[in-house]
């Protein structure tokens, strides 16, 4: 046989009495922080790297390693890239043209633009098919470009939304992957 608890009166009911149907609380209990705790008890834990929010996304991509990764899959049509690696990579690209063609003007030969748009030209096809992946789609889709107007507007369309955050047919999601988010 058990015996009661202190303070337990038999006459009366359980429910009446002090403590009945709680459960002690955990040691440090409504102590400071850091009294029988683990550090930091009680505060946000740091934001691990590459880790954004509460969303799971991991940050943006800068230009330089936007750019970075992109010349290093320079001929990799498979996988999926991520949003802001496609556009910083379009904004370098945009820029490396803008420079070649005043030094073109500058020298009166437009040599160096020829060659920066023929050596960029593979890496982005590659990162837009990529993107393309990323929300799903196949890679060829690109090709709708050729139809005047329309065309351009709706691969720019695409080319705008959030990847799937699931993985799909084309690997995982390098933006949730990143952050270590889905458990994927």
């Known amino acids: 046989m058990t015996t009661p608890p202190p303070g337990y009166d038999p006459n009366v009911p359980p429910e009446d009495q002090p403590g009945w149907g709680t459960t002690p609380p955990p040691a440090g ?5 850091g009294y029988g705790q683990a550090p930091g008890y009680g505060q946000a834990y740091p934001a691990a790297p590459g880790y954004a929010g509460p969303s799971g996304a991991s940050p943006q991509m800068d230009i330089a390693t936007a750019v970075r990764s992109v010349l290093g899959q320079y001929a990799n049509f498979t996988g999926r890239a991520r949003r802001s690696e496609f556009w910083w990579f379009y904004l370098a690209n945009f820029l490396a043209s803008v420079v070649a063609s005043i030094i073109d ?16 030209l593979i890496p982005g096809l590659a990162v837009g098919a990529r993107r393309l992946h990323d929300i799903g789609k196949s890679g060829w889709w690109q090709l709708i470009a050729l139809v005047p107007l329309v065309g351009i507007i709706v691969l720019i369309v695409f080319w705008a939304q959030d990847g799937d955050p699931a993985p799909n047919q084309h690997g995982p999601s390098p933006k949730y992957q990143a952050a270590g ?4």
Do not use: E, K, R, W
């Not at 209990?29 to 922080?33: C, S």
């Not at 003007?105 to 960029?120: A, D, E, F, K, R």
């Open 29 to 33: 209990y409504g102590q400071a922080p």
């Open 105 to 120: 003007q500058v020298l009166g030969v437009p040599l160096l633009q020829i060659v920066v748009g023929l050596g960029l």
């Open 181 to 184: 988010g889905y458990g994927y």
